[in-house]
């Protein structure tokens, strides 16, 4: 029988040049998207889909990201102290060895950033989120994949398909044989030039992989 998926590697040492001006200041993976800072709704997927261990590569500049999710004794102390509920930081605080980090020294990519966690995924099956793509659904992207890794193994990653005029800015999956919603995939062709893409199904990076 195959190993459950327990553990998730967040790549999170970026840059975010594409969100400037905006990450002049702030990891985008802490920019807000309603109530919440995006980095939030990685983990609540995560959450959702039975992870236990959240593994941050992280880079200069992210030790916002490792506070987030620690306990604020000093605010919560406050807010105790004037009646208010503490519900609201619940999701933000991390269980005893819930978030793990490493840190990334160059940027070398989104493979080197996974292969920086190496020796905390260990012998297991992994999965891989990028926060900065926002995936919205119930049940969410990572549970339904976790699902169907416990049916068939192996490797998986999310497909979303996207319009034929924009699958030159992406990663494209060349697919095979389908049952229901999986698809097997034969290949992949990264930026595929305009009208030569193999079909319209691109990688949000959503993985679960065979350490």
Sequence with gaps: MSKRVR?????VAGLG????????????????????????????EAREAGI??????????????????????????????????????????ARVGEVVTVRQQQPLGLGHAVWCARHIVGDEPFAVLLPDELMAGKPGCLAQMVEAYDRVGGNIVAALEVPDSETHKYGVIDPGAADGRL???????EKPAPGTAPSNLMLPVRYTLQP
């Design 183 to 189: 698809t097997e995939i034969r290949g992949m062709v």
């Design 52 to 93: 236990e261990e959240m593994i941050f590569v992280t880079g200069r500049g992210k030790l916002p990201l490792v506070d987030y999710f620690d306990h604020a004794y000093e605010l919560e102390a406050v807010m105790r102290e004037k009646g208010k509920s503490l519900d609201a930081l619940a999701p933000s605080n």
């Design 17 to 44: 040049t594409r969100l400037l001006p905006a990450t002049k200041s702030i990891p985008k993976e802490m920019i807000t998207i309603v109530d919440r800072p995006l980095i939030q709704y990685a983990v609540d």
């Design 7 to 11: 553990k998730a590697v967040f790549p």
